[in-house]
């Protein structure tokens, strides 16, 4: 079945860095469209990033924009979320998910997500 | 800023027929934001139950379904179910890069 499993999470500084990486399996990852999306404490999902199959396109939200980078590992299965210059409002709950069937337009997998406090 | 808009709560008696609406603060909703919906319940991941307007996910019952109503995107849920009691949000395409949740609907099956 499919499993998305995200990792790297945890308690951050404001200002500093941080990694995410979700592994794959069960889907085509090399043929998959693959999304982030996070989700602040009692509040609704907000859509991250998103990557093409083939890494030909990358789009932001515009609250990551200059700050996130989206990326891809399409032979180790793995998906990336590089976070600088981390803020307080980034505190939130990540979930990597599969495109769904409309290039980019929606989502077919969640994974269980992760979780990024960004305190002093 | 574009917003997403759904109804904050909603509720429906066991067995009852209800409808979720997702609409724009300014615009109309149309098969070309490829409206999708997702279900969630406390501390767990969300669920995707339609994408393209009314496409079903794999395994999601047809109990549930998607429409356009007026110019909002709908998910009708028939029969409901104890276990139908959840966060219900939409997702809107709007343009390459940009996609909107809206805020959810929490519904109580009671």
């Known amino acids: 079945q499919v499993q998305l499993v995200e990792s790297g999470g945890g308690v951050v500084q404001p200002g500093r860095s941080l990694t995410l990486s979700c592994a794959a399996s069960?889907?085509?990852?090399?043929?998959?469209?693959m999304h982030w999306v996070r989700q602040s404490p009692g509040k609704g999902p907000e859509w991250v990033a998103v990557i093409w199959h083939d890494k030909t396109k990358k789009y932001y939200a515009d609250s990551v924009k200059g700050r996130f980078t989206i990326s891809r590992d399409n032979s180790e299965n793995t998906l990336y979320l590089q976070m600088n210059s981390l803020r307080v409002e980034d505190t939130a709950v990540y979930y990597c998910?599969?495109?769904?069937?409309?290039?980019?337009?929606?989502?077919?997998?969640w994974g269980q997500g992760i979780l990024v406090a960004v305190s002093s | 800023q574009t917003v997403v808009t759904q109804e904050p709560s909603f509720s429906v008696s066991p067995g009852g027929t209800v409808t979720l609406t997702c609409g724009l603060d300014?615009?109309?909703?149309?098969?070309?934001?490829?409206p999708s919906w997702y279900r969630q319940t406390p501390g767990q991941a969300p669920r995707t139950l339609i994408y393209?307007?009314?496409t079903r996910s794999s395994g999601v019952p047809d109990r549930f379904s998607g429409s356009i109503v007026g110019n909002r995107a709908a998910l009708i849920i028939t029969g409901a179910q104890a276990d139908d009691e959840s966060d219900y949000y939409c997702l809107l395409y709007m343009s390459p890069g940009i996609l909107l949740f809206g805020g959810g609907t929490r519904l109580t099956v009671l």
């Open positions: 998910a599969k495109d769904g069937p409309n290039w980019g337009r929606d989502l077919a997998y």
């Open positions: 393209s307007t009314n």
């Open positions: 069960g889907i085509s990852f090399p043929t998959s469209g």
């Open positions: 300014s615009g109309s909703v149309s098969t070309n934001n490829y």
